[in-house]
């Protein structure tokens, strides 16, 4: 198999004194943990390559639109106070300024790196990662020790971990915003400043720190609404992740609505709809 390399960053992240490390490439966007600005800001650079399968124009409309939506819902939703990373810079146009004329214009050139937005690292852990050590631990546990005392405590942090997660999305519904793909890779648990020591450190076979601070990531299908309608789809989408992904958390799903409910005013209509939604979820299933 021939490795792969992505390609070159655009400037100026392809001058830094430190090389930008990859930590993800699905097949829209590219994540980078690199600086801005000072060595000391650490942020996260989303580059979107463009497609060469598909059409030029089409490609850069597309690409330019989920930028700008991505970077809008995230300026809106740091000013209204919802946790999400802030914006840091970003440039909708990448490579495509150059790609009709010769690449010597310097930089990250001819097919180079694409549209890019700078955002604030967010530290932690996304809650996909979290939730399945969580889940191995519990499944470890009940093979050795059975119910008991120290099951209960684990429901109760991941019921508590679950309640955030539905006050978190009542705060970005509250604010006006869908996120549009709810999912549980989208979600990063920040570990509390006055430092739960880092899961990944913590000792072989400890109970897994469900403590922090959810953070809501990956607006790029974000939109804004205020209908029940779309509200609803956005906590089905949710529950379906948690219902494939998250099999021991799944039972749980109540306390998301719970926090759901106590977030805003109009959360309880949208929770309303989300049963019709359900009921639609189901039919389109038996059908197939
Ligand atoms: N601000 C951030 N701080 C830390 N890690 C981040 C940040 N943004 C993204 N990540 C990491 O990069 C991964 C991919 O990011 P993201 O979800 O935005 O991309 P994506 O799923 O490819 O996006 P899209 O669905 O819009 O194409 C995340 O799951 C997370 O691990
Ligand atoms: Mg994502």
Redesign the pocket.
Known sequence: MTEYTPPPLPPPFNTTTTPPTL??Q????H?Y?TTFLTPTTHA?L?I?PSKPYRHPILDRRLTRA?ILQ?ARCLHKLVKEGVSV?AVLGLDWEGDARNSNSDSASGGGGGGGGGSWLA????????VRAVLERWERYVKDLQRTTGEGVVMDKEERKVRALMKKIGTAVGSLHKAGVIHG?LTT??L?LRPDSHGQAESGDAAAGASPSLEGEI?M?????ASQSSQDEDRAVDLYVLERAFGSSHPRAEGFFEEVLAGYRESYKGAGSALKRLEDVRMRGRKRSMIG
């Open positions: 930590i993800y699905g097949a829209e966007a994540l943990k996260a989303k979107r989920r991505e990373p955002m604030e690292w967010v530290e932690g852990e996304v793909d890779s989208n990063i953070v990531i990956d607006f790029g299908l």
